[in-house]
């Protein structure tokens, strides 16, 4: 079946996969913006347990994602993978404290004998939470801005910046992409705690902190897809795989597939829709519309950075050195047999889908918590 493909449909079909799971695992993060809400919405220790144990169940689920999406990442385009990693040094390994201190305080927070106390680590998870989910949004929006490295024709990189990624923090754009997700996750949260908890005073706080919450982010989301959809950015010739730069790629891409365009706005009207489902109807399964458009909308906006001959991590230090992913993809026969085990995915998803019912069949309560020996 994927022996018939070409190299580049595979490439397109792994850049797909990944876009998709990206795109889930931005869905995810609502356990790190449900972390930053822990005192806004919990006004006693009881509530905030009652928070901290809805998030707990889903938490796992949320860093198996990440480690699928980084993962296929991995094998699917080892380049990209070497340049970035290897050389924006300082914002990954901030991105990878910032979640060895979620799993550590999920883990320690109850433990007896806690010398540290709850509170350290309610402070470790907002620090996840918030600063982590920035800096992961910056290291996206380079995909669109760009990084500065330099890869020769062996394909062996360097970055050439002290700041070793830390530059990106300069960029208006990028903060902007950075703080958008923290918003996101911070209304996604909100949304599946409306959902999932049974206690009517957080119910309360909750549609509170909705409105303004969702606001900041609506407001970041259309500066941030206006500047994409305007952006000048790379393309490369497909024959002689020179690297120039075209005017509002992006939008090109977008009007040159009209499914993805169609995606792309059902995706928006669905998150819409859940906040108006949410706000004005008072209706608890908003989260559903809200997670499907936030799907929706962040596959097409990372399928569309690697198709159509497009530069999907440029080099602001050497423009031919910019990746696509014919350059930056593992070889043929690897896509191939990576490409059967991602048929796996499905049952993978279905997992997470039966996870999720189970542990949420019924609304969390703060008596359900106290009667769990082996809370959070």
Sequence with gaps: MFEDLSYYLLQEYWWFIISLLGALFVFMTFVQGGQTLLYALGENEDERDLIINALGRKWELTFSTLVMFGGALFAAFPLFYAVSFGGAYYVWMAILFCFIIQAVSYEYRKKPNNVFGSKVYEGLLFINGSLGIFLLGVALATLYTGGNFVVSNMNLSHWTMASYGLEALLNPFNVAF???????????????????????????????????????????????????????????????????????????????????????????????????????????????????????????????????????????????????????????????????????????????????????????????????????
């Design 178 to 376: 950075g703080l958008m997700l923290v918003f996101l996750a911070r209304v996604q949260a909100l949304l599946y705690f409306y959902n999932s908890l049974k206690n009517k005073a957080i119910e309360q706080r909750i549609l509170d902190h909705l409105k303004p919450n969702a606001v900041v982010f609506l407001l970041l989301f259309l500066y941030v897809l206006g500047s994409i959809l305007v952006q000048d950015a790379y393309g490369y010739d497909a024959q002689t795989k020179v690297v120039s730069l075209e005017s509002m790629k992006f939008l090109e891409n977008l009007l040159a597939n009209p499914l993805l365009s169609l995606l792309l706005v059902v995706g928006v009207l669905l998150v819409l829709y859940a906040l108006y489902l949410a706000n004005f109807k008072f209706n608890k399964k908003a989260i559903w519309f809200s997670g499907l458009g936030t799907v929706l909308v962040v596959t097409v906006l990372l399928f569309i950075l690697g198709i159509n001959h497009t530069v999907f991590y440029p080099s602001l230090a050497d423009m031919q050195s910019s990746l696509t992913i014919e350059r930056s993809s593992s070889s043929h026969y690897t896509l191939i047999a990576m490409s059967y085990v991602s048929l796996m995915v499905p049952f993978v998803l279905a997992y997470i889908a039966w996870a999720w019912r189970v542990m949420n069949r019924e609304p969390l309560s703060i008596d359900e918590v106290k009667n769990d020996a082996h809370h959070y």
